[in-house]
């Protein structure tokens, strides 16, 4: 097995990945010392949590065979009914009830997705286009439109927890985020349940073979339910962390997020007909994605730019896994 | 006295109105290899479903390891040891051959964690149970069909098969890997394991079984032992009539062909074809599957791109259409040429499954059916269909109905239609008779005889011997990429055109 491992590390994608990353590291590194800074790399990191746990949720969906572009109208959604219920209630308490809150909302939007894929036999791409556009018009029309800055306190305590603080010399403070251990944990744990349980794999069948996994005994109405419900909790609970980390609750927020997380999954290896992918190849393509985008100012590229080289980068990617796999199986072939 | 594993007695099925098995018996034993042949339509799938119990019968009795089944269950077959092998496999393409294995004991136990040792080891046993070695850390994907194929057979032996129902296993199998398959089933014989083979095929048939059962429109027309059939008397019994496989003679004159091969090279595919085709002539090309076979096939039709290989030999050579020099670089060529072309694998590169059956038709033509507006003329174009599909002989209720709703003989022939209306002189044919039953193969026959008489030159590429034999006038045995014998057919026996090709089926097998 071992050996095995050791003679497919190079066609693995996420080797490849990783080795795009280092490089790229090193040439803004290069161009622009400030890049290796405490405080850049602590912001950078900052950064991939939200579009991470986003990331992790679409990773689940694609594998299964699906797609999902709702999840930032639903974690939107999610937040600011959240912080508007908390508000006026003056809520005090742990940081607990916020999260449990979004999450469930979350939870409950992505069963809805479920329950309409499943009873009408609809593409996952027009159900999550359809629910995310209303979710999104129902949240202005009947919740509100005003952006809340006055966030309740637990919400703010949330987002100056650190795990590492320090003020340099010239009185300018670098913090590493505590809210990245969260991404963290949820990427350790989604890792655990693709790999080493039947869940996970059944997960992985169905995004396979849907008719095979039902041959095999798989619940595939069930296994869905879980994936879209579990996608929007990771939605609900990115949305929370964000409107955390940046005390604001604006119910026009992560417009169009879905297509940057879309792209990190893929460059991280999964593909959109279903069946394969991993969280480490995710939480790489995320990096990837954040790195871009973060870093291109520090080597002098202008913003607009960012869009370009993020498409650049994609197409690239995938074409190569693309041309890889199907130079292999003309090897096969021979 | 070996035990019984499947009783089936009188078993009634419809749908509907329509009855599609009328009191159908079959009785299988342990380790026998029986094959049920029948054309399409005349139930054969039905039966098989009714045996995994997907379907209900409607009436009759069903005993399976001797117990009286009232209503059979899925999980009932399965518990009977009745695994069926579909042919599509079933199988996952993203995950590794060990998992494929493992997977359904996994999900069977109920256990919620997953263990690779276990789902190896459950994989190399499975494999062992099957005498194949293979490596379990592949993804499936990456199989050849006859890997898959393994595959699936070993995830029914361990899941304690008694019985293996195989749906038309060798139709995408090369000849080696038919014997290899037969040599396995045989090994799992001597285990005491029964295989139910589902085929048209008349030489596995005759080759590999035991046992027949013949099944036409729903009712068993035949049962016994194979050695008690030949050919004839099974498609006599399958068919309900007598189709004589009288040879092809053909009385025209050489001179002027209308396709003519001068020391035709395309790099590393076949070098130095000479070939002169007349009017009316129906000339087979065989040889084994990477001879070159189809790929001259492809070339002539300009579907592989004439650019010349680096370190290869040159592409070089004529092609003459009636004497004059052509040259084909693309589809559009070769049609413009008058070169026709039905494929090997008709459904990915011949038809539009999903596409009404008119438009399947015309799918070439529909240029000439311009009116004064340059707008399509649909009088003209329902007069010629449904002329068109009388000629013929298509059986279909609605030429509005996806075309993928026909039987694989009547996609021929609409194939066959849609070319020779636009006027081609040339036609060429990649195993037009591959999934396609036995009546219905005939007819094609019987229409490509017609063709040929109407001053049509067809180039029958094939690798079925006898339909070489009996509906070509001439054959030329390609090998390696040369053409190696050119045979008249008229006294031309199976044996000896198969000693030709060095493909006797018992010599791959031991």
């Not at chain 1, 997705?113 to 995310?132: C, D, E, K, M, R």
């Not at chain 1, 949330?158 to 985020?177: E, P």
């Not at chain 2, 690798?463 to 031309?492: K, M, P, W, Y």
Request: glycine share 10%.
């Amino acid at each position: 097995m071992n050996t095995l491992s050791k003679n497919r590390l190079f066609q693995r994608n996420e080797f490849w990945l990783l080795c795009l990353l280092i490089v790229l590291s090193l040439t803004v590194g290069a161009v622009n010392g400030a890049f290796w800074s405490a405080n850049n790399l602590f912001s950078l990191f900052k950064s991939t949590i939200v579009t991470g746990i986003f990331a992790l949720g679409v990773f689940l969906v694609i594998v299964s065979g699906g797609i999902d572009i709702s999840f930032p109208a639903f974690a939107v959604f999610s937040f600011y009914i959240t912080v508007k219920f908390l508000l006026s209630i003056k809520y005090t308490g742990t940081i607990l009830l916020p999260f449990l809150m979004s999450m469930t909302f979350g939870a409950c939007l992505g069963l809805v997705n479920a329950l309409l894929l499943s009873s009408f036999q609809l593409a996952p791409l027009i159900v999550t286009l359809g629910t995310g556009s209303a979710v999104t018009g129902f949240l202005r029309a009947f919740v509100g439109t005003a952006t809340l800055s006055n966030l309740p306190q637990p919400l703010i305590d949330f987002s100056r927890w650190n795990i590492y603080k320090k003020t340099l010399a010239d009185g300018s403070i670098v913090s590493f985020s505590g809210a990245f251990l969260i991404l963290l944990v949820l990427a350790i744990l989604i890792h655990v349940m693709m790999k080493r349980t039947t869940l996970g794999r059944g997960i992985y069948a169905i995004g396979g073979d849907e008719v095979a996994a039902k041959r095999v005994g798989f619940n595939v109405k069930r296994l869905r339910l879980f994936v879209y419900s579990f996608t929007g909790a990771l939605a609900g609970i990115a949305g929370i962390i964000h409107c955390s980390l940046i005390r604001l609750a604006n119910p026009r927020d992560l417009e169009g997020a879905e297509m940057e997380v879309i792209a990190a999954v893929v460059l991280g290896g999964a593909s959109l007909t279903g069946g394969k992918g991993s969280v480490a190849g995710t939480l790489l393509g995320v990096a990837l994605i954040v790195l871009i985008k973060g870093s291109l100012i520090l080597v002098g590229v202008p913003s607009d730019w960012q869009k370009v080289v993020i498409g650049l980068v994609l197409i690239t990617a995938t074409g190569l896994t693309a041309w890889r796999s199907r130079r292999s199986d003309e090897g096969g072939r021979a | 006295m070996s035990k019984t594993l499947i009783k089936l007695t009188d078993i009634d099925k419809s749908f509907g109105a329509a009855s599609v098995l009328r009191k159908v018996s079959l009785q299988l034993d342990e380790g026998e290899i029986h094959c049920l042949a029948g054309e399409n339509g005349s139930g054969k799938s039905t039966l098989i479903k009714i045996i995994s119990g997907v379907y209900r019968h409607d009436a009759g009795r069903i005993e399976l390891g001797g117990r009286h089944y009232p209503t059979l269950r899925p999980i009932d077959a399965i518990r009977e040891g009745v695994q069926v092998i579909y042919q599509d496999f079933s199988l996952f393409p993203n995950l590794t051959v060990a998992e494929n294995l493992a997977l359904s004991d996994q999900v069977e136990s109920g256990r919620a964690w997953v263990s690779w040792q276990r789902v190896e080891a459950i994989a190399r046993e499975s494999l062992a149970l099957i005498g194949v070695d293979m490596d379990t850390s592949r993804l499936v994907e990456e199989l050849p069909v006859s890997g898959k194929q393994l595959v699936a057979i070993a995830r029914a032996v361990y899941c304690n098969a008694r019985v293996i129902i195989m749906d038309e296993p060798t139709t995408t199998l090369t000849d080696r890997e038919i014997a290899s398959l037969f040599a396995l089933i045989r090994r799992l014989k001597e285990r005491g394991i029964a295989t139910l083979f589902v085929s048209h095929k008349m030489r596995e048939m005759l080759d590999i079984t035991e046992r027949i059962t013949i099944l036409r429109n729903g009712e068993k027309v035949a049962e016994g032992r194979t050695e008690d059939f030949d050919e004839a008397g099974i498609t006599r019994a399958m068919t309900g009539r007598d189709i004589r496989s009288d040879r092809y003679v053909w009385n025209g004159v050489r001179s002027d062909p209308v396709l003519e091969l001068r020391d035709f090279t395309r790099t590393g595919d076949f070098q130095g074809l000479n070939l002169s085709l007349y009017k009316g002539e129906i000339v087979g090309i065989t040889g084994l599957l990477g001879s070159g076979r189809t790929e001259l096939a492809e070339t002539l039709f300009g579907l592989r791109n004439t650019r010349e290989r680096p370190g290869g030999e040159k592409n070089s050579g004529k092609i003459l259409r009636n004497g004059r020099e052509i040259k084909v670089r693309s589809v559009s060529d070769a049609i413009a040429e008058g070169i026709a072309y039905v494929p090997e694998d008709r459904l990915t590169e011949g038809i539009f499954a999903e596409q009404p059956i008119e438009r399947n038709l015309f799918a070439n033509s529909y240029p000439r059916f311009k009116n004064a507006l340059g707008l399509l003329d649909r009088a003209k174009l329902r007069e010629l269909s449904s002329a068109l599909i009388r000629a013929y002989n298509v059986v279909a209720s609605n030429l509005k109905l996806p075309i993928r709703t026909l039987s694989g003989g009547n996609q021929q022939k609409v194939m066959l239609a849609r070319w020779i209306s636009t006027g081609a002189e040339v036609l060429l044919l990649n195993g037009p008779t591959v999934g396609v039953d036995v009546g219905a193969r005939f007819e094609i026959y019987r229409k490509l005889r017609e063709i040929a008489a109407g001053g049509v030159g067809i180039l029958l590429f094939s690798d079925e011997l006898q339909e070489l034999i009996s509906n070509c006038n001439r054959i030329f045995v390609i090998n390696r990429g040369r053409f190696t014998h050119e045979l008249d057919t008229g006294a031309l026996q199976e044996d000896e055109l198969s000693a030709l090709l060095g493909l006797s089926l018992e010599e791959a097998i031991q």
